[in-house]
């Protein structure tokens, strides 16, 4: 075997937590299969190719994670490489670590049509895996960790490649991870390929910094070293922190700001034993500098979302300089290194379970356990891309942290508004979302969400649901998805409804009151993609199939004999119309009826009526779902319908409910004008919630027209709810 690795290396961080003497054959058993698969080949340096699994078996050992998780970084290379099977694998190892190998290795067989295409069909392939497998991306930051190291080989194309997407996606899951040590090399090497000339002035800068700053550090680590020694601490560490190269890169670059500026570029750090031991370090040392308002962050009760906890507070020393402490028990600080793998640390003589693991991860880690959610969802996105792109926005750069008024953290990108908020929560609460209360203010629904907010949602049971400039609000994918999908469907609920009533009308011109449109009679229409009697509806309503030919081919007639009919009809229903006070309506039978449109219920055109026979006002026409009616009797009601072709406006009411503001009637007002209709009467009064009620009667030409302006209506932001009146 060659020596180009020395195994006693790995033995030797193995072995201070491994001491099981199965455990340390299959590791041995592990390297010896990998360093025989890779003889004869060699990395882009030149070096013999089983270096690489070495080295990030060497990184895991460091990071004390258990021997199984071992043996998948020393095969990690052997499918994807070599001509070892995954089944090999199985047969040699068992499935538990033939199935970690699987999820860091590349999908190889398929055929890309570009390269973004088979990065994304990649990383979807790791993070279900990962989402199945916590260790799968612990080996998975570990290859990257050491092929980032030894990029400098490579052909400068690919390093930058290689340096991006180590930012855009693995610097990102250490950070959910807590994996603060691989998280700042990952992104400093990485900023060397993708920025050289900034990463050398910033880390030069730091070299030199010969500026007061570092003097005033250790000056002060001496001046609070002195202040604790009287309270004698049993462990205590008190130490300077540098910022890693990138996090400063990016301040410079997002906040616009120079080097200077950053004044937190240094930080005091004191560990000692006990959370006890960290408030009496706080105390202290507030009784001692001037705190800053509103920078002190209690993370030990209230950790965060990745685990980390520490209690950072700013204060000003004596001479003036502000400068940050964070405070924190060594046990917090092993966490705030290592993430995950410190809290998951392998623990020898306790048996391993799996399931366990991922349940007690996902509790902990709550992004992890929506990773694992959405991966199981059934309707997530069907493009690797758009599938990668959701984990990567909604939850990878999930750094803005709010909370639910239970106290509850609720974890979204930078941007998010109330709607992401409520969606994150429940689909149902987002789609009866009508307004957001945050902090306790009201607040409109595009907020955009600070951390520590805190959030709650008002919402109304009968609100009509998501309108298209939610899509314009929402930030998240997550939600987006959601409000698409529920105005996918709304749109075609409206569309078969639609296409009724406009069948409706032609059966009742042709004298059919009565239709039963059987699975029989629908097979006709089968070249038309028409499997059921709504999507008949809707393909008249988009105008694919005229209603025409659904009766001609019902009453088996030829089309052009039911044109004829047809004509005859509409001349008739015209010559009705001339001589009857024009409602549009016409009755079965009678050529001139006493007709008048109910103004209880204003039905306009479209809408499902019935006649009533009074006894002095002729036939009084009503809408079916009339609250008058249950009053009436049914025997004096009489089957009526609309004409076909009326050229007239109606009245009709409607009743919106809308957060009150200064702009509502003006809005409103020109939402109507804008869908040529006309104003009959506004009123509108305020409830002690904050809410105004505004009664509308409008002049519409039939009822396809008043949705359509509903939907408009919708699009007034302050706008909750909107219902027909008396209805
Ligand atoms: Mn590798």
């Given at each position: 075997?060659?020596?180009?690795?020395?195994?006693?290396?790995?033995?030797?961080?193995?072995?201070?937590?491994?001491?099981?003497?199965?455990?340390?054959?299959?590791?041995?058993?592990?390297?010896?299969?990998?360093?025989?698969?890779?003889?004869?080949?060699?990395?882009?340096?030149?070096?013999?190719?089983?270096?690489?699994?070495?080295?990030?078996?060497?990184?895991?050992?460091?990071?004390?994670?258990?021997?199984?998780?071992?043996?998948?970084?020393?095969?990690?290379?052997?499918?994807?490489?070599?001509?070892?099977?995954?089944?090999?694998?199985?047969?040699?190892?068992?499935?538990?670590?033939?199935?970690?190998?699987?999820?860091?290795?590349?999908?190889?067989?398929?055929?890309?049509?570009?390269?973004?295409?088979?990065?994304?069909?990649?990383?979807?392939?790791?993070?279900?895996?990962?989402?199945?497998?916590?260790?799968?991306?612990?080996?998975?930051?570990?290859?990257?960790?050491?092929?980032?190291?030894?990029?400098?080989?490579?052909?400068?194309?690919?390093?930058?490649?290689?340096?991006?997407?180590?930012?855009?996606?693995?610097?990102?899951?250490?950070?959910?991870?807590?994996?603060?040590?691989?998280?700042?090399?990952?992104?400093?090497?990485?900023?060397?390929?993708?920025?050289?000339?900034?990463?050398?002035?910033?880390?030069?800068?730091?070299?030199?910094?010969?500026?007061?700053?570092?003097?005033?550090?250790?000056?002060?680590?001496?001046?609070?070293?002195?202040?604790?020694?009287?309270?004698?601490?049993?462990?205590?560490?008190?130490?300077?922190?540098?910022?890693?190269?990138?996090?400063?890169?990016?301040?410079?670059?997002?906040?616009?700001?120079?080097?200077?500026?950053?004044?937190?570029?240094?930080?005091?750090?004191?560990?000692?034993?006990?959370?006890?031991?960290?408030?009496?370090?706080?105390?202290?040392?507030?009784?001692?500098?001037?705190?800053?308002?509103?920078?002190?962050?209690?993370?030990?009760?209230?950790?965060?979302?990745?685990?980390?906890?520490?209690?950072?507070?700013?204060?000003?020393?004596?001479?003036?300089?502000?400068?940050?402490?964070?405070?924190?028990?060594?046990?917090?600080?092993?966490?705030?290194?290592?993430?995950?793998?410190?809290?998951?640390?392998?623990?020898?003589?306790?048996?391993?379970?799996?399931?366990?693991?991922?349940?007690?991860?996902?509790?902990?880690?709550?992004?992890?356990?929506?990773?694992?959610?959405?991966?199981?969802?059934?309707?997530?996105?069907?493009?690797?891309?758009?599938?990668?792109?959701?984990?990567?926005?909604?939850?990878?750069?999930?750094?803005?942290?709010?909370?639910?008024?239970?106290?509850?953290?609720?974890?979204?990108?930078?941007?998010?508004?109330?709607?992401?908020?409520?969606?994150?929560?429940?689909?149902?609460?987002?789609?009866?979302?009508?307004?957001?209360?945050?902090?306790?203010?009201?607040?409109?629904?595009?907020?955009?969400?600070?951390?520590?907010?805190?959030?709650?949602?008002?919402?109304?049971?009968?609100?009509?649901?998501?309108?298209?400039?939610?899509?314009?609000?929402?930030?998240?994918?997550?939600?987006?998805?959601?409000?698409?999908?529920?105005?996918?469907?709304?749109?075609?609920?409206?569309?078969?409804?639609?296409?009724?009533k406009?069948?409706d009308i032609?059966f009742k011109n042709n004298k059919i009151s009565n239709y039963d449109?059987?699975?029989?009679?629908?097979?006709?229409?089968?070249?038309?993609?028409?499997?059921?009697?709504?999507?008949?509806?809707?393909?008249?309503?988009?105008?694919?199939?005229?209603?025409?030919?659904?009766?001609?081919?019902?009453?088996?007639?030829?089309?052009?004999?039911?044109?004829?009919?047809?004509?005859?009809?509409?001349?008739?229903n015209?010559?009705i119309?001339?001589?009857n006070s024009?409602t549009g309506v016409v009755v079965e039978g009678l050529t001139s009826p006493q007709l008048k449109l109910g103004s209880c219920c204003n039905p306009i055109p479209?809408d499902p009526i019935v006649g009533y026979v009074t006894k002095g006002f002729g036939i009084v026409v009503h809408h079916i779902n009339c609250t008058n009616l249950k009053n009436f009797q049914r025997e004096r009601l009489i089957d009526v319908s609309w004409a076909?072709?009326?050229?007239?406006?109606?009245?009709?009411?409607?009743?919106?409910?809308?957060?009150?503001?200064?702009?509502?009637?003006?809005?409103?007002?020109?939402?109507?004008?804008?869908?040529?209709?006309?104003?009959?009467?506004?009123?509108?009064?305020?409830?002690?919630?904050?809410?105004?009620?505004?009664?509308?009667?409008?002049?519409?030409?039939?009822?396809?027209?008043?949705?359509?302006?509903?939907?408009?209506?919708?699009?007034?932001?302050?706008?909750?709810?909107?219902?027909?009146?008396n209805l």
């Open positions: 075997m060659a020596d180009y690795v020395n195994y006693n290396d790995l033995y030797e961080i193995t072995s201070q937590y491994i001491k099981k003497e199965e455990s340390q054959n299959l590791i041995r058993r592990a390297y010896d299969v990998a360093n025989k698969l890779h003889d004869g080949q060699y990395r882009k340096s030149g070096e013999p190719y089983i270096i690489h699994p070495f080295q990030v078996a060497c990184i895991l050992a460091t990071l004390h994670v258990g021997p199984a998780t071992l043996v998948a970084g020393l095969l990690h290379d052997v499918v994807e490489d070599t001509s070892y099977t995954y089944e090999d694998v199985v047969r040699d190892f068992g499935k538990d670590i033939a199935d970690m190998v699987d999820g860091v290795t590349k999908v190889g067989q398929l055929k890309f049509s570009s390269l973004e295409q088979k990065q994304a069909e990649n990383h979807q392939h790791m993070l279900l895996a990962m989402g199945k497998d916590i260790r799968v991306i612990i080996v998975k930051l570990a290859d990257r960790l050491h092929n980032i190291r030894t990029l400098g080989a490579l052909p400068h194309e690919k390093q930058e490649r290689i340096a991006r997407e180590t930012l855009e996606i693995y610097a990102p899951l250490a950070h959910k991870l807590g994996m603060f040590r691989i998280k700042a090399e990952l992104e400093d090497t990485s900023l060397k390929y993708v920025d050289n000339a900034m990463y050398n002035k910033i880390s030069n800068q730091i070299k030199n910094d010969s500026s007061v700053r570092i003097q005033n550090v250790d000056h002060t680590i001496d001046e609070i070293k002195k202040l604790l020694e009287p309270y004698n601490f049993e462990n205590i560490q008190i130490k300077g922190r540098i910022k890693n190269i990138y996090s400063i890169y990016k301040k410079m670059v997002t906040q616009n700001k120079s080097f200077e500026d950053i004044y937190d570029v240094l930080a005091i750090r004191v560990i000692v034993d006990s959370i006890a031991d960290c408030y009496q370090v706080l105390g202290i040392i507030h009784a001692n500098y001037t705190p800053i308002p509103k920078r002190f962050k209690d993370y030990i009760a209230v950790p965060k979302p990745n685990m980390y906890q520490s209690l950072h507070t700013t204060v000003i020393s004596n001479d003036g300089f502000t400068f940050e402490v964070q405070i924190r028990t060594f046990e917090m600080d092993k966490v705030a290194e290592y993430g995950v793998a410190a809290h998951w640390a392998y623990k020898e003589n306790v048996e391993y379970s799996k399931e366990k693991e991922q349940f007690e991860i996902a509790s902990k880690l709550k992004w992890y356990g929506e990773l694992i959610k959405f991966s199981e969802e059934e309707e997530k996105p069907t493009e690797s891309k758009d599938f990668v792109d959701t984990i990567k926005e909604d939850i990878l750069q999930a750094n803005v942290y709010v909370y639910t008024p239970t106290g509850e953290v609720i974890d979204l990108p930078k941007g998010a508004t109330p709607l992401d908020f409520a969606y994150k929560i429940h689909t149902n609460l987002g789609n009866k979302t009508v307004g957001a209360i945050v902090n306790n203010h009201i607040v409109p629904l595009d907020y955009e969400l600070k951390t520590g907010d805190i959030i709650s949602i008002k919402t109304n049971k009968n609100s009509f649901g998501p309108s298209e400039n939610w899509l314009n609000i929402a930030k998240t994918s997550h939600a987006r998805h959601k409000i698409k999908s529920f105005l996918n469907k709304q749109n075609r609920d409206i569309l078969i409804e639609e296409g009724k406009n069948l032609e449109l059987t699975d029989e009679f629908l097979e006709k229409f089968q070249k038309n993609n028409i499997n059921s009697i709504d999507d008949l509806y809707l393909e008249i309503a988009k105008g694919n199939l005229s209603s025409k030919t659904v009766v001609s081919k019902y009453q088996g007639e030829d089309i052009r004999v039911v044109d004829e009919a047809i004509s005859k009809q509409i001349e008739k015209q010559k119309l001339t001589t024009d479209g076909t072709n009326i050229d007239r406006k109606y009245p009709v009411s409607i009743k919106i409910y809308a957060k009150s503001n200064m702009n509502l009637l003006l809005d409103i007002m020109n939402t109507i004008s804008a869908n040529n209709m006309s104003i009959l009467a506004i009123n509108a009064s305020s409830t002690p919630n904050l809410e105004t009620i505004v009664k509308l009667k409008v002049m519409c030409p039939n009822s396809i027209e008043l949705e359509k302006m509903i939907v408009n209506m919708k699009k007034i932001k302050y706008i909750y709810n909107i219902e027909r009146d």
